[in-house]
Nanobody, 130 residues
Framework: QVNLVESGGGLVQVGDSLRLSCAVS????????MAWFRRVPGKERKFLAA????????YYTAAVRGRFAISRDNAKNTIYLEVINLKPEDTAVYYC???????????????????????WGQGTQVTVSS
């Protein structure tokens, strides 16, 4: 049984920074591709960033490159998403997800969507107030 539990969301101000965590149980992080998505009410869930492979390669969708950083701590079996310079449009529910079929080439094409992932957390709300 694979379980993912996100934490670290909340109410923040424009320009703040935030770190979200996703604690993983039932799998070894390096065996899976791990990712962060977010969903704005009324819209589909959007891919943000992923990490995979023994060396922890990272991948970002173009829209968040430079402000978002994904990382992992294998000893803690946890992945993180750090966001700097938060904007009102970053308000969303943030989800972490796990993929049993990590592939470096495919991840590098920036074509990932939620159908590529097998396990999901419950999400954590981030609200950016101006």
């Amino acid at each position: 049984q694979v379980n993912l539990v996100e934490s670290g969301g909340g109410l923040v101000q424009v320009g703040d920074s935030l770190r979200l965590s996703c604690a993983v149980s039932g799998q070894t992080l390096s065996d899976f591709g791990m990712a962060w998505f977010r969903r704005v009410p009324g819209k589909e869930r959007k891919f943000l960033a992923a990490i995979g492979g023994d060396e922890g390669r990272t991948y970002y969708t173009a829209a968040v490159r430079g402000r978002f950083a994904i990382s992992r701590d294998n000893a803690k079996n946890t992945i993180y998403l750090e966001v700097i310079n938060l904007k009102p449009e970053d308000t969303a529910v943030y989800y972490c997800a796990a993929d049993r079929d990590y592939n470096d080439y495919f991840y590098g094409l920036d074509l990932l969507d939620d159908t590529d992932f097998d396990f999901w957390g419950q999400g954590t709300q981030v609200t950016v107030s101006s």
